[in-house]
């Protein structure tokens, strides 16, 4: 039944949101100024690397631009506490979280009170169904990882079908995958970035169509005049 849920749902127009990264080759402030400049009123938000004072200027200089609502953001659980997930409900109105797994982040918060719209992200760990069933309310899937993971049969990627199968799919990423390995700051060796060059680098995603949710953000470094060349062409393969 779940398989039909989301099958169904794939005839339906998406939402692509643009997303204001904050890894280490993203101009975080930069893209910020970019939201009045290309008249964007909503974004996906990952300040997934900014510790509590970072985030304390990331959120007030959003606050000074246009921006109406930030549908999806990914949490930061060893540091985050949950008056930050009522900030965004109760100002941008987001609808869904995406978190890692505990074994790659502590979540040092309990999050219960907003457990149903709380989702799993698989990395190069994937969520186990416990975590999933504790934490939250299903995947967050990031198709880049998923499609990296296969081709470089990192382990649990073999049966990590079997869990989006299972467990509904609140929410997701989408990155671009390259013809050409390369090393990300952390030490992974990849197919996965968070920069693209060509919009033939998305054309991957057309292998998970019937996964997508109805929420789907785009993680790249890129700069959001970037992005929206990205959003365009996946509009084309995914609402066509």
Aim: charged share 30%.
């Amino acid at each position: 039944m779940n398989r039909i849920i989301q099958t169904a749902k794939t005839m339906a127009k998406k939402k692509i949101l643009l997303g204001l990264t904050t890894t280490q080759g993203s101009d975080w402030r930069a893209k910020i100024q970019e939201i009045n400049r290309f008249n964007i009123k909503e974004i996906a938000l990952f300040p997934t690397t900014l510790k509590p004072e970072d985030r304390e200027e990331l959120y007030g200089l959003l606050e000074r631009t246009e921006l109406e609502s930030i549908p999806h953001i990914h949490l930061r659980g060893e540091d985050m506490p949950i008056k930050e997930l009522d900030y965004f409900i109760n100002k941008y109105h987001t609808g869904v979280f995406n978190i890692h797994s505990p074994k790659e982040f502590p979540v040092n918060y309990e999050y219960s009170k907003y457990k149903k719209i709380i989702y799993l992200e698989n990395t190069n760990f994937i969520p186990t169904e416990e975590e999933i069933v504790s934490l939250g309310n299903g995947l967050c899937i990031d198709y880049a990882h998923w499609d990296n993971g296969h081709k470089m049969k990192w382990p649990g990627y073999e049966k990590f079908q079997e869990l989006v199968e299972k467990f509904p799919i609140g929410c997701c990423h989408i990155s671009a995958i390259t013809k050409n390995l390369s090393q990300w700051p952390n030490g992974w060796i990849t197919y996965d970035s968070h920069k693209f060059e060509k919009l033939e680098e998305f054309d991957y995603i057309k292998k998970y169509l019937k996964y997508l949710p109805d929420i789907i953000s785009i993680e790249l470094e890129n700069s959001f005049e970037e992005q929206l060349r990205v959003k365009e062409y996946l509009e084309k393969i995914i609402n066509n």
